[in-house]
């Protein structure tokens, strides 16, 4: 939930959900978002 986290979420969420899972992806975007 830090900063560096927060960038680095925000800095390609699309490429994590596409290599993790689109769960995962889902999520890091969703968190994102609200983090945003």
């Known amino acids: 939930m830090s900063k560096g986290t927060m960038v680095k ?5 699309r490429i994590l959900g596409a290599s993790l ?6 999520r ?5 978002e ?3």
């Open 34 to 36: 609200i983090i945003s």
């Open 9 to 13: 979420c925000n800095g390609r969420p």
């Open 21 to 26: 899972g689109s769960h995962i992806g889902r």
């Open 28 to 32: 890091v975007t969703i968190f994102g």
